[in-house]
């Protein structure tokens, strides 16, 4: 724009404005004037501060309203730490870590455990990239830690593992922390000491042949103790204080004396986890966030994995993985729990369906087919089908509802052998399977080993054909986000907190 100056007659015929010692304030409608003004701006003033409390007035009571509708009260059992934003550290982040990989070293060597009596050896572990130590005591045997943990009258401790039983009823040392400190096992059921008469004694008797994790925790603020059986409480009590000695670094830590069966994954934390922390350590077997860094398990057990031609998006919450090409895969290796016979589990994703429908989702291992999710070519229906999955060896396809295109929906896939097979979208139960009481897993040898989780396609050797409506080769074209693989039957209520998860 130009610049035009004003001309001599513009400049003089706007209106000139006085300066303020021009201003005669003795004259009668100047004073009437100033004081008509005061009074204007009081009046002003107080209107304003009339609509500003009525407007944050509203807000306040809207932002009460939102929270009171968007946090219903809902009946679960789930751990509500993911959905406050984070999720707990692996449970190798302790004071000290017992992976028994080969070994009876600390993973921060500095409790080194020794065995004494013998012989043990090492099998595959609950988690499977690793081994678990196996005790049999053939001769009396025990790992034998130095040096304990300075404990005092305040502190905190959590210890927790995986343990399988070899035989029932068992009398058992499991852990020694401190003399007087102890989680045992008296005729299979969990019984702690803490202190010369403090006792917490649990009711369920172990199993044999199946991994349980088993914790024991000590608040010393809350003056609580708590044991704990694949996260749900076995006993708790309060009112405890710790009994320790004026130095007990001197004493040892004990493991496994008299224990028949194995033990991976043992973790001392000189701190007291929450019970939802347990529950989370004990049954999410992995938890793909599937952002940046997509291929790793941000869960417990750390069972990261691996893909081929996917492409990364702004997903659900974050960033979410794309399949648009006909060999995109992601697989993850190791779920033990899932191929343990009669063990209940869960899947669930959010599910962005594109431009063609297909298989998404597949549970198997080399040998056995444990579960199928996709979309059906008709109507881009949800379907789940389990092979050979009823006590005549029939597969089961359970079907539900549209899926639309190109919006985000949360599926999730849940059995259990008291509830059997039930599909959820939005949380909502969509349809169930009661016939699938008898998955593939619990038909003996390799159909118990552990299992593979893919999204997109599957290549795998195990037969997977059957599912309705689609063929399971056929490629899935779309967006997975927010994957997790429950080593339990997950409930309404826990797929309700994440589908609560705004996204972001």
């Known amino acids: 724009a130009e610049l035009i100056p004003f001309s001599e007659s513009d400049r003089l015929s706007r ?54 509708t968007s946090t219903p009260t809902l009946t679960t059992t789930f751990s509500s730490i993911y959905y406050n934003g984070s999720v707990p550290d692996p449970v190798s982040v302790a004071d000290a870590f017992y992976a028994f990989d080969g070994n009876t070293n600390d993973l921060y060597s500095l409790r080194n455990g020794a065995v004494a009596g013998g012989p043990v050896s090492y099998i595959q572990g609950y988690v499977p990239y690793g081994q678990a130590i196996v005790l049999t005591q053939s001769n009396a045997t025990q790992i034998n830690i130095q040096p304990a943990f300075n404990l005092t009258t305040t502190s905190n401790f959590t210890i927790e593992g995986f343990f399988m039983l070899q035989k029932t009823q068992l009398n058992a040392t499991l852990i020694q ?64 204080k710790l009994g320790i000695s004026a130095n007990n670094t001197n004493s040892l830590i004990i493991i496994g004396a ?43 057990n750390g069972l990261n994995a691996s893909g081929v031609d996917i492409n990364t998006i702004y997903g659900w919450r974050y960033d979410a993985l794309n399949f648009n090409m006909s060999d995109a895969s992601f697989q993850a290796n190791g779920f033990t729990a899932l191929g343990t016979p009669q063990q209940a589990f869960s899947v669930a994703l959010w599910v962005r369906a594109e431009t063609q429908s297909g298989v998404f989702l597949t549970v198997a291992n080399p040998y056995t087919c444990l579960l199928v999710l996709g979309l059906q070519n008709d109507g881009n229906k949800i379907v789940a089908y389990l092979p050979n999955a009823t006590a005549t060896g029939a597969g089961v396809n359970i079907v539900g509802p549209q899926m639309p295109t190109n919006a985000w929906t949360h599926v999730a896939f849940t059995w259990s052998s008291t509830n059997f ?52 080769s056929q490629t899935f074209m779309g967006s997975l986000d927010e994957v997790f693989v429950f080593a339990r039957e997950a409930q309404q209520g826990d797929l309700q907190q994440i589908i609560q998860t705004l996204p972001s």
């Open 421 to 472: 097979a039930k599909l959820y979208t939005s949380a909502l139960l969509a349809n169930v399977g009661v016939g699938a009481t008898t998955l593939n897993n619990v038909r003996g040898g390799n159909n118990s080993a552990p299992m593979t989780v893919t999204l997109g396609n599957y290549s795998g050797s195990a037969n997977c054909q059957g599912i309705q409506g689609v063929n399971v």
């Open 258 to 300: 008299g224990f028949q069966g194995y033990i991976d994954q043992l973790s001392i934390s000189l701190k007291a986890k929450t019970q939802d922390v347990i529950q989370w350590d004990a049954t999410i077997a992995a938890y793909y966030r599937l952002d940046f860094q997509w291929t790793l398990d941000s869960g417990p």
């Open 177 to 240: 922390l401190a003399p007087n400190i102890m989680l045992n096992l008296v005729n299979g059921v969990l019984f702690a000491s803490i202190g010369l008469n403090t006792s917490i004694v649990g009711t369920s008797v172990l199993s044999t042949q199946h991994w349980h994790h088993i914790s024991f925790v000590y608040y010393a603020t809350k003056q609580t103790a708590t044991i704990s059986i694949d996260g749900i409480v076995e006993a708790t009590n309060s009112s405890v």
């Open 15 to 68: 209106s000139r404005v006085k300066e303020p010692e021009e201003l005669d304030d003795t004259r009668p409608w100047y004073m009437k004037k100033r004081i008509l003004s005061v009074i204007a701006v009081i009046v002003a003033l107080i209107i304003m501060a009339i609509i500003l409390g009525s407007v944050l007035g509203t807000q306040k009571k809207h932002a009460a309203q939102t929270t009171s």
